[in-house]
């Protein structure tokens, strides 16, 4: 067995490990966080696979971004786990059901496969990332500028469902508070000084200033 | 000499080969974040027209090890219902990606530990991985405030990761490649190459997000003492604190050798076609004026002086101010530069891009 083999198995126990732990663990933080060893584990496979560019984007993307605004989310939520568990025997059908068709998929798709010869190792100067953009700016340029405005109207979508003024809500226009003047804050007022008074008896050399030096005490 | 040890080390297996340029990264690296941490005080210090830290050694110099030891002997304390596993891995994933990073920064030419294709991308996957250690950190803690400062250091991240990765694009544009080494190439021919003038908006954009990524001031609202005591690690005490401590110092520096490699040309000398030929010819100026490791390392600490400068000058970001920063003036900044990087290079507008 080749080291690459060793790394393949070892990473594929750790995806497997970490997706089953992720459907079985009760806390659900500690399940965002297995899901995070799954990309990472399936990245590094992607690397073994000579995928540099797909290892890296996964990565950076899912477990970068994506992850880290799941973790948030489910972090500030108060989770009732007794609630999430109310429906289970009512959608357990339909659960079923969802699960055999994507088993079937998955099954189609692997016996399909499974006869291929293993592909040739490409040579050191190989660069994954050159590769996928070659393709992806020629051959498939129009599905992937498709994608792209699609993908744009989502976060125009997503921007505007959430954008909403709310009556309560307190908030400034930085705006404004950058446009401050020393005008608009302060006016100078002209005054003329006080005349200093004789000192009282008793309120000798020991009085305090009027502008209160209590530091130098 | 040298070629002795050069023949030694060519002798040695790969894997030999590769433990021993891992150790002589993380040793110097260590150590400058030691003295990192002394050059902070000191410079505060001189800012606030203080001395700073001057008893231990002379002139205080041994200051970051008598720190050390002290940490090193504090007690490790577990909070009550914290979860351990993630309590003590929390400092392990903050310091683990700062220090995998270096993997493929150059440090003079052909120096790097892998010299990989896709290295800018590498370099931004990895510094967008440092944000978990802070998360569990905060969550781990069972702490309020802790988990607070935790939430605030994730939303800043991942806002001011969109405007750092797009400025990467402008330099992977103008370099039309992710090889880190390779950028450094196509910044030579002399100063005018390198890429700080035409991409000088995304450089303060990159510098800016870099601060922010760190965690430090004026964007330190993920610690803000004054407001949730310090954050995510409020509840660490011991190495377990210091290893966020290295962690930060650690990325500080990376985000410094960073931007010196982006946008200066990294270990390129900025004598490059001004002095005459025969100027790095000379016995020993010549070396010096040469390209090489100094330079990198002088840049290095430019930008380095920067994040301590700006500790002592600007006050705190409000979180609001902060978000506004990121998502409504540099996300747009570097929008706007890449489509003029977009003429620019369609026009073959030189020096730069002919």
Known sequence: ?????????????????GALAMISVRNPVHAALFLVLCFVAAAALWLLAEAEFLGIVLVLVYVGAVMVLFLFVVMMLDINLATLREGFTEYLPVGIVVALAMATVLVLVITRYITMDVPERAGPEYANTEALGAILYTEYVYPFE?????????IIAAISLTMRKRPDNKSID???????????????????????????????SGTRSPDGDDESK | MFDWMMNLYQGLPTIMQILIGI??????LMLAVAYTTFAERKVIGYAHVRVGPNRVGPRGWLQPIADALKLLTKEVILPTNANRFLFLSAPVLTIAPALAAWAVVPFFDGGALADVNAGLLYLLALTSLGVYGIIIAGWASNSKYALLGSLRSAAQL???EIAMGFALVGVLMAAGTLNVGGIIEAQSGSIYHWFLLPLLPLFFVYFISGIAETNRAPF?????ESEIVAGFHVEYSGMAFAVFFLAEYANMILIS??????FLGGWLSPFQGILPAGAFELP??????DHGIHWFLFKTAIFLFAFLWFRATFPRYRYDQIMRLGWKVLIPVTIVWLFVEGVLVAFNVGPWFA
Do not use: C, H, N
């Open chain 1, 174 to 204: 930085p705006g404004k508070q950058m446009a401050v003047s020393r005008e608009g804050r302060v006016r100078m007022v002209s005054m003329p000084s006080e005349k200093k008074k004789a000192p009282r008896r008793g309120e000798g």
């Open chain 2, 284 to 289: 020993v100026i010549g070396a010096l004026l």
């Open chain 2, 257 to 262: 050798a960073l931007t010196a490699i982006l």
């Open chain 2, 23 to 28: 150790q002589l990264i993380v040793i110097p």
């Open chain 2, 220 to 224: 330190d609202v993920a610690e803000g």
């Open chain 1, 146 to 154: 498709i994608a792209a405005v699609i993908l744009l109207v989502a």
């Open chain 1, 1 to 17: 067995m080749t080291f690459e083999l060793v790394l393949f198995y070892l990473f594929g126990a750790i995806l497997l490990g």
């Open chain 2, 158 to 160: 991942v806002s001011y």
